[in-house]
């Protein structure tokens, strides 16, 4: 981090947002200031993470304005500055790859390096890697490690890139008790650093402490956005009858694959 930069971290203004020519996300206006720590609640469909994925560019702006770290979204152009986790995401794939490795590719992500790692930026993996509790894993293949102990892996290779702004969706979906926790504290110390945290839950309690201010999305749109005591009521499930449910027919799925370069990773780590 170098200093609170100006502007605001996110700025939408009337945003709708989507997938092909379907808005999911209609006509958002919200603003987070530089190191605000941001819930993102509501109940399963609602479009929470659709609009995460627009903050990254992986669902589409159809209208209106979103500005990301204060340039128009897809145009930052050191992508190293936001940190995402993804929802429902593991770490898999052909390459066997280490939890070093993995993680290792967040801090290759913040410098934008072509598979160098210097030793600070290992230092940085190995304390992202045991802030998450998985110290002893550290050069073990990620596929041997369970789901939840990979959901911790993709929470450590966004904190190692050490992100003006992280994105986090459902961070402790799938992990234990303890280790939301852990999760816990980590993300209070890079909040209290300065760090602009937006995180998408369906589990505030472990994370209540941390995220101060809620925004309840229902059927695609802002339905309450204040101190996070007050969103609890409509979190719980309740939806507003006067909008309709979910997107039209006809829209077409496409999710973008997350890619974990991890030959790069490798060149620069162990
Ligand atoms: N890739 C996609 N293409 C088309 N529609 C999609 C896509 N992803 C999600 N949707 C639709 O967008 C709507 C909102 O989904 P989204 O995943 O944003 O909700 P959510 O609030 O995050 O839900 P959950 O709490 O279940 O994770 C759903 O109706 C879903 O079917």
Redesign the pocket.
Known sequence: MSGTPAGDALRLRDASIG?GD?A?VQGVDLTVAHGEAVAVL?????????LARGLLGLAAVLGGEVQVLGAPVGRLRERGRIGYVP?RHTVSGAVPATVREVVGVGRLARHGLLGRLRPADRAAVADAVTAVGLADRIGDPVASLSGGQQRRVLVARALAAEPELLVMDEPTAGVDAASQEALAAVLADVSTAGTTLVV?T?EIGPLSGVLSRAVV?DHGRIRYDGPLAGAQPTAGGHCHPDQPA??AAG?????PRVTIDVAAARNGGH
């Open positions: 997938y379907v999911i509501g109940s399963n469909g609602s479009g929470k993470t659709t929802q998408v369906h999305v979910g997107p829209y077409r799925f496409d999710q």
